[in-house]
């Protein structure tokens, strides 16, 4: 499901990171573009930059030369203010180590975005349910992360990052932690959102198993975009 | 949104309990100690207040000196009892006078023992202090001139030689004085300062003077004005005579103090006022540290929690939400401790009133202060942790380990 309508563009993007002589650049010139709707996988040798570039695509890090315009914005001119609230309004992160919040049930952790974006006490509850149940987690609700397995709280912090209904969903090795049965369950939810709900994902993994999942597949090595296909895959 | 970040704050607090706990003890301490110094402090002024309300409004006392009190200077000539024969003959407006000297003494009645105030005077003082005598008699006039071996003694002194009955009749001992016991007073308890009123023996003046002291000295005198004259000219007037019996000339400066209840009160309740103040700042120190406490809590806890900002920031969170979150959490933090201080105090003082048989007093005014007090210090040293917290970058915070 392409609806054509270009939500991401990176233009020439590098990011160093240090200062000098001791600086290293992890990004060094990226081209990309995605549009609405697209289920991308990035592929790539540990250290290739595929972290860095993830971080700048979800607004935490700033790149530091190239153009990064979401939405046809220029995220370049957005300060810190605008950025947080493109993150509460457009995109859902999911990253590589869950970052819940410990000693904090289930249902509270997804409700987080939600009360930052000053949704009503009852609709809040409503919609953590329902992203909890939509990642297969219907009567954990008040576990704590402590309380349940890698899996779980995996998919507790998808159900976190989609609560919102972002436009994009950006996640940083989902299935890294995972057992190849469990690894396949969040790629079938991953493909369920992207198909029935129409978000865009863009998904950082290591498995050629779970890149299968992606219509499209980037390959990064050494900074670079080395490959950009369309999967084979139809459907 | 605040009702929320309330909650949330809530929760957070909740999750550390002991250590919340931990880091108001400083407030809860801290606004405990004032309230209850502040309400302990009111309950005696108003019991000194009372207790000389009680006492007439109309006794002057007059002592050498310059002021009355522990502090006396010393140095000043001793009145003789001649003194008090002038005031009673020379001022029209004196009812009663009564010189008196004390000492205090071991009281012994067979194998009991007690270490009571023995006081020289006459029959007057029972008039000017406002006592009457529950059994027996006074002092007969050939006993006061002649320093007889009697005496009328206080409930307390009474119970603690003879016991649940007696008293009347008996020979108690006073140093080597073996004197009768006349009259036995009517009790009155707690006086100003907390001074047992009833721990007290009362022989003639002349026999104080004889069998005690051993000199012609009155320590002080003690009168009361007629009711409806003007204390202050009969405090003027004796002022005059004294300062003509004491040969002062116009430069010198009176070397005796005559002081009216509306002074002795202002003396006493100043005493009360000072020290409760004083103690009071001691207490409010201990709520300035109770405040660092909770700043560096707070820091720790930025520290500690830098991961979950991380996460916060980039689930949306702005700058305003984090730095809200953290300063409403410490002012909730604060405040809660403010609300169980308050609750202590109100307890711990209401025994201690009991316990210092002082009158509790709520006082509402010290308690919204105190509660006031408590969450202006969680905004204050609250604020430059959650600020901290605030300006952090996302992707620092998240990488923080
Ligand atoms: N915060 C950082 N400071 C310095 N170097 C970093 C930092 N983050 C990543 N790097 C470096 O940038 C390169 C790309 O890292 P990253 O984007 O995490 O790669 P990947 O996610 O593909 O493994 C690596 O060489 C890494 O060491
Ligand atoms: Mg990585």
């Not at chain 1, 049930?105 to 009503?120: D, G, M, Q």
């Not at chain 2, 000539?77 to 000492?103: G, H, L, N, R, Y």
């Not at chain 2, 207490?283 to 300035?288: D, G, I, R």
């Not at chain 2, 709520?362 to 969680?378: C, D, E, Q, R, T």
Request: aromatic share 6%.
């Amino acid at each position: 499901m392409n609806t054509g309508q270009r939500l991401i563009e990176f233009k020439e993007v590098t990011k160093a990171y240090g200062k000098g002589t001791a600086s290293m650049q992890a990004l060094r010139g990226v081209d990309l573009s995605i549009d609405e709707g697209e289920f991308v996988a990035i592929m790539g040798p540990s250290g290739s930059g595929k972290s860095t570039c993830m971080n700048i695509l979800g607004c935490l890090d700033t790149p530091t030369s190239g153009l990064y315009s979401f939405k046809g914005v220029d995220v370049g001119k957005l300060d810190r203010r605008q950025r947080a609230l493109l993150r509460r309004y457009y995109q859902g992160f999911v990253f590589q180590g869950f970052n819940l919040l410990t000693r904090t049930s289930a249902i509270e952790n997804v409700e987080l975005p939600l009360i930052y974006r000053r949704a009503p006490a009852h609709q809040r509850r409503e919609d953590a349910f329902k992203a909890l149940e939509t990642v297969g987690l219907k009567g954990w609700e008040s576990h704590t992360p402590g309380e349940l397995s890698g899996g779980q709280q995996q998919r507790v912090a998808i159900a976190r990052a989609i609560v919102t209904k972002p436009a994009v969903l950006l996640a940083d090795e989902p299935t890294g932690n995972l057992d190849t049965a469990r690894s396949r369950e969040i790629m079938q939810l991953l493909n369920t959102l992207n198909s029935t709900d129409g978000i865009t994902i863009i998904m950082i993994t290591h498995e050629p198993d779970m890149a299968a999942y992606a219509k499209r597949v980037i390959h990064f090595r050494d900074g670079l975009v080395e490959t950009d296909k369309q999967n084979g895959r139809a459907d | 949104m605040l009702w929320n970040t309330i909650l949330l704050a809530l929760r957070a607090i909740r999750r550390n309990m002991l250590r919340s706990f931990l880091t108001v003890l400083g407030i809860v301490i801290g606004v405990t100690a004032v309230i209850t110094m502040v309400t302990i402090g009111r309950g005696a002024t108003v019991q000194v207040q009372q207790q000389i309300a009680s006492m007439g409004s109309n006794m002057l006392m007059l002592s050498p000196g310059k002021r009355l009190g522990p502090g006396q200077s010393s140095g000043s000539a001793p009145f003789k009892e001649s003194d008090a024969d002038a005031i009673a003959k020379e001022i029209s407006s004196v009812t009663a006078v009564a010189p008196v000297s004390s000492q205090s003494l071991m009281a012994i009645f067979g194998n009991q023992n007690w270490t009571t105030q023995v006081t020289g005077t006459n029959n007057q003082y029972l008039k000017v202090t406002n006592r009457s005598l529950k059994a027996g008699r006074e002092f007969s006039d050939s006993e006061l001139r002649s320093g007889a071996a009697v005496c009328i003694i206080g409930e307390t002194v009474r119970k603690k030689l003879f016991g649940g009955q007696g008293g009347l009749g008996g020979k108690i001992r006073l140093q080597k004085l073996s004197c009768d016991v006349i009259g036995l007073l009517e009790a009155k308890g707690q006086s100003t300062m907390g001074m047992d009123q009833d721990d007290i023996v009362l022989i003639p003046l002349s026999t104080f003077q004889r069998r005690i002291s051993g000199n012609q000295d009155v320590g002080m005198i003690q009168l009361s004005v007629r009711q409806g004259a003007s204390t202050e000219k009969a405090q003027g007037d004796i002022r005059t005579l004294m300062r003509e019996r004491r040969h002062l000339s116009a430069s010198e400066d009176d070397n005796f103090n005559v002081m009216d209840m509306k002074e002795i009160a202002k003396m006493l309740t100043g005493t009360t006022q000072l020290l409760t103040a004083l103690l009071s700042a001691v207490a409010a120190v201990s709520l300035l540290v109770g405040g660092i406490g909770i700043m560096n809590i707070m820091l720790v806890s930025v520290t500690e929690r830098t991961r979950e900002i991380g996460v916060r920031l980039a689930i949306g969170a702005l700058e305003y939400d984090v730095l809200m979150q953290f300063l409403v959490e410490a002012v909730v933090l604060s405040s809660l401790g403010g609300l169980i201080g308050i609750a202590l105090a109100t307890a711990g003082s209401f025994f201690a009133a009991r316990l210092m048989q002082v009158p509790y007093i709520f006082i509402p005014g010290i308690n919204v202060l105190a509660f006031l007090f408590s969450a202006a210090i969680g905004i204050i040293f609250g604020f430059f942790p959650a600020k901290r917290a605030a300006m952090l970058d996302p992707i620092d915070a998240l990488r923080h380990e």
